[in-house]
């Protein structure tokens, strides 16, 4: 199915007069100007939603083109097309296609990047978000242990540091009954703490800490936990508290 996408994608943008070279791509307009995936997204994804189609037919054709250029800005073109006035786009489509590119093996950090500073930063969109990628089935993916399953939920976790923390550590919670999460619930909680827009409660969050099965050095272990004993929700709340934490366990 990915492979399909990905050939209506490449064949979309032949139609385009757009197509693959050794080292990149040129344009049939200017066949002597080598363009870079990012550049191709730029100039061409926005007109997979003009695209006289089936709304669903565009979303899965814009996914074929996000596995094809595996570039950040063809999720914006997804988002944009997601808030317009014809928006929004099919959810069952959309979450579809982010939870499989979560699943896949390989790189995925399109798609990480997309929910992070996109879906997750903004907070009339992480919640759902959220949910949709991994809240909502967080109970299934403890039961199924699949690795497919298993990736998503570390990458998820890995980038949810914006997420509001009631929001998310009914999931965080669920995810602690497996040891195999236990490094990402880490590096989620350190991330919540350190992300501009990290949220968390301190209290809560050092409960969950305590309670990860992580080799004892494990970096940042120390710092974290102090931060948290002090009561400290963000490190641009409280900028000097990660520099006296280092100071501290040193």
């Keep these: ?45 926005g007109d997979v939603f ?13 996914f074929g083109l996000l596995d094809l250029l595996d570039d950040y800005w063809v999720t914006c073109e997804i988002r944009f097309a997601n808030e317009s006035a014809e928006g929004p786009l099919p959810a069952d489509v959309l979450w579809g ?9 390989g790189d995925a950090e399109a798609v990480t990047y997309s929910l992070w500073v996109d879906w997750f930063e903004d907070h009339t969109s992480s ?22 399953l298993l990736r998503r939920a570390r990458r998820v976790l890995e980038c949810s540091g914006p997420v509001r923390w009631t929001v998310k550590e009914p999931t965080y919670r669920t995810a602690m009954r497996l040891p195999v999460l236990h490094t990402a619930l880490f590096r989620a909680l350190r991330a919540s703490f350190h992300d501009v827009y990290g949220d968390l409660e301190p209290a809560a969050a050092l409960a969950l800490l305590d309670r ?6 494990t970096r940042h272990l120390a710092e974290l936990r102090h931060v948290l004993v002090a009561g400290h929700k963000n490190h641009y709340l409280s900028p000097g508290a990660w520099d006296d934490a280092v100071r501290s366990c040193s």
């Design 1 to 45: 199915m990915v492979m399909q996408a990905v050939e209506a994608a490449r064949r979309w943008l032949v139609d385009q007069g757009v197509r693959q070279v050794h080292d990149g791509w040129v344009s049939d307009e200017k066949p002597d100007v080598l363009l870079t995936a990012n550049q191709v997204a730029h100039s061409w994804a």
């Design 50 to 62: 003009a695209e006289d189609l089936d709304v669903v037919d565009r979303l899965l054709l814009a």
């Design 97 to 105: 296609g982010y939870r499989r590119r979560l699943e896949a093996e």
């Design 127 to 148: 919640a759902t978000a959220f949910a949709e990628v991994l809240g909502n089935d967080i109970d299934r993916v403890v039961a199924g242990r699949s690795e497919a």
């Design 212 to 217: 990860l099965e992580l080799p004892a050095n």
